[in-house]
């Protein structure tokens, strides 16, 4: 039976994935053999011998921890008061800022009113009809200086005909 190079490596992978499958249940009975150890080398402590801790130690580990918790609990309340007091003036700038606001905006509704009833509309018409003429003016004179131009290149081509005529005409008589 012939084995090619792909075959081998297959089993080669699936030897060293065994391979490390036993190496790893192999650490991992290893790892609880030390635990179970551990475990029972620290409860033969706790419960063969009484520690005794001075009452100072306890006393300032007491002290740390209440320090701690108060400094917790005052930031806590704190935070919380400034939220409050923040809150507060922002509620207050908003109403202030609302009220400004519909104040000014009747105002600028009356002014706008105001200026608008103001505008003299002849004048608008005016000014509009003379703009629209002076723009029809320019399109019509660009639009008139496009046909001459066309125009003037036509004549051009029938005068240079028309002499060509004329000249051959000239030349059959001469």
Known sequence: MDINGREALGWALVAGCFG????????TNDLRRVERKLDKSIDDIVY???????????????????DTE???QVEKAANKAAKEVVESHKN???RVV???FQKQKADVAKNLKR????????????DVIKEASIEAKEKFRKDFDNLMEKHAEELEDKLRIYSSIADRIENIGS
């Not at 490390?20 to 650490?27: C, D, E, F």
């Open 70 to 72: 108060v400094r917790y």
């Open 115 to 126: 200026r608008i009833d103001n505008i003299d509309i002849s004048e608008i018409k005016q």
């Open 48 to 66: 063969a011998e009484k520690i005794d801790i001075p009452q100072s130690t306890i006393n300032k580990a007491i002290e740390r921890h209440v």
């Open 20 to 27: 490390a499958i036993a190496w790893a249940l192999k650490v």
């Open 92 to 94: 207050e700038i908003k």
């Open 98 to 100: 609302d009220d400004e």
